[in-house]
């Protein structure tokens, strides 16, 4: 009895089968969608899909651009009177102060010369402004000043329209002899194509000196003998005669 007991083998308790939580149905699934992925319209469709969804966004949000109301200020090409007095004085000569002296012309006589070549204004007229130009090669540039020749081509004397000092004295390649005074206020006169030059830079000059005599240059070589006379207001070109009373 013993030995039938020894001899049965001993029965192991039934195991209960170990699961893997979802391991079942996470299996199934990724083949499903293995399977599906497998088709060939399914990669189409997807595409064709998103595309849709993309224009869709992109027209609600384009729709709402555009009736939203902006908060800044519409953008106007319109010019304000602040800005249309600014461009006025822009083209009007700069007020100059130079003293209790008022400019003269660098001339003796001006009666017996002629203006061969005029400032270019850019209010002149079409016909004026053409006359005012000076050729260089082939580029045409704007004349900052006035030449004065004398008809029968003789030489004259220049002077110094104002009182000043003369801080500038050079013979230049193209402009010749040129003199420049400065005076009160910021202005500068400047006399070109000079001969005999009778000043030195640090010179003190009164109103009406004789400080040249017209001579000729290279650059208006044509003119012959001739005087180029300038006005500058800190620097900017302004027409001499606009600060001549006559």
Do not use: C
Request: proline share 6%; no cysteine.
């Amino acid at each position: 009895m013993n030995d039938q007991n020894q001899s049965k083998p001993k029965q192991r308790p039934e195991e209960t089968p170990k699961t893997v939580l979802g391991g079942t149905s996470a299996a199934k699934s990724s083949s499903g969608w293995k399977n599906l992925f497998a088709k060939r319209w399914v990669s189409p469709a997807i595409f064709m899909a998103a595309a849709a969804i993309i224009v869709t966004l992109m027209w609600i949000y384009q729709g709402a651009d555009q009736t939203s109301p902006t908060t800044g200020k519409p953008e106007s090409t319109d010019v304000s009177q602040e800005d249309t007095a600014t461009q006025g004085k822009d083209n009007e000569a700069p007020e100059v102060v130079a003293g209790d002296e008022l400019m003269q012309w660098p001339l003796a006589n001006k009666e017996a010369l002629q203006v061969e070549l005029p400032f270019y204004d850019e209010k002149a007229t079409d016909a004026e402004r053409e006359a005012a130009l000076v050729q260089v090669g082939e580029t045409f540039s704007p004349h900052m000043g006035i030449d004065f020749v004398d008809p029968s081509g003789k030489t004259f004397d220049v002077l110094a329209a104002l009182s000043g000092k003369v801080t500038y004295v050079k013979t230049e390649p193209t402009n010749g002899n040129v003199i420049e005074i400065t005076h009160a206020g910021g202005l500068v006169t400047v006399y070109q194509s000079v001969t005999d030059v009778a000043v030195a830079v640090g010179d003190e000059v009164r109103q009406g000196t004789v400080i040249a005599k017209a001579g000729r240059n290279d650059l208006e070589r044509d003119l012959g003998i001739h005087l180029h006379y300038e006005t500058r207001s800190n620097g900017k070109p302004v027409n001499p005669s606009s600060l001549i009373a006559e």
